[in-house]
């Protein structure tokens, strides 16, 4: 059984016309398994990330057509609550997804939703700021973090939920060196752990992560041997 499969995705924005953005995608990815999609710009990357996260139709309207399956369940028959605990998503602006005045407050937004036990959260804050090395930074204002930090706080507040999928839309684009190889390693590290993950990535030097690469162009999707 794949942990993330979307069979047969066909996407088109209403404000387009009705054009189609994705034709009959099929992608998958196994437990433990690092898959990269790469594309030149504006093909619909980020908009299949979506609809493998189930962001797409839920919170953005448009004509979608397909199944996604998480570890064989329909994504459409599942409560948020069950895909957040499912599905992480990280984002190439982590502005887009830092929302409280402190890293701490961030972190803990998550787990809260879930409902978890205050000794539990607090675990898993500390476990997620330690994957990203940035334990000493539990108490700081995430405003007075740099491009970096900020989104290796954004990945560690995806990881506090814990996720079994995650989905990576271009992660890398606007790190610094020692955040790359931070955000490198939590990779290799999910990827021990069993995690399944779905990376948007053009860049040849994070090549070496993947299992398998995927090539969006002309709205459909085919592998490719790296």
């Known amino acids: 059984?794949?942990?993330l499969e979307g069979r047969q995705i066909s996407f088109s924005y209403p404000r387009h016309g009705g054009q189609a953005l994705l034709t009959?995608?099929?992608v998958y990815v196994r437990r433990g398994e690092c898959v990269i999609l790469r594309g030149p710009s504006g093909?619909?990357?980020?908009t299949l990330c979506h609809i493998l996260a189930g962001i797409i139709p839920r919170s953005i309207s448009g004509q979608v057509s397909g199944e996604v399956f998480f570890f064989g369940e329909n994504l459409r028959f599942l409560s948020l609550a069950r895909v957040a605990e499912t599905v992480g998503v990280l984002f190439q602006n982590p502005d887009s997804q830092l929302f409280f005045p402190t890293v701490e407050d961030e972190l803990a937004f998550g787990p809260e939703n879930l409902c978890l036990p205050r000794?539990?959260?607090d675990k898993r804050i500390n476990e997620?700021?330690?994957m990203v090395h940035m334990e000493e930074y539990r108490l700081v204002e995430t405003e007075t973090l740099s491009l970096?930090?900020?989104q290796?706080?954004?990945l560690a507040a995806v990881l506090s939920l814990q996720p079994r999928i995650l989905i990576l839309d271009e992660a890398f684009s606007q790190l610094d060196s020692q955040s790359v190889s931070v955000v490198r390693d939590t990779i290799r590290a999910q990827k021990e752990l069993g995690r399944a993950i779905f990376m948007v990535e053009n860049s040849e030097e994070h090549v070496d992560l993947a299992d398998r690469i995927y090539e969006l162009q002309d709205g459909q999707v085919r592998e490719v041997i790296s």
């Open 1 to 3: 059984m794949n942990a």
């Open 24 to 26: 009959n995608v099929n």
């Open 43 to 46: 093909v619909g990357k980020s």
């Open 119 to 121: 000794p539990e959260m």
């Open 128 to 130: 997620a700021l330690a």
């Open 148 to 150: 970096g930090e900020r």
């Open 152 to 154: 290796r706080i954004a």
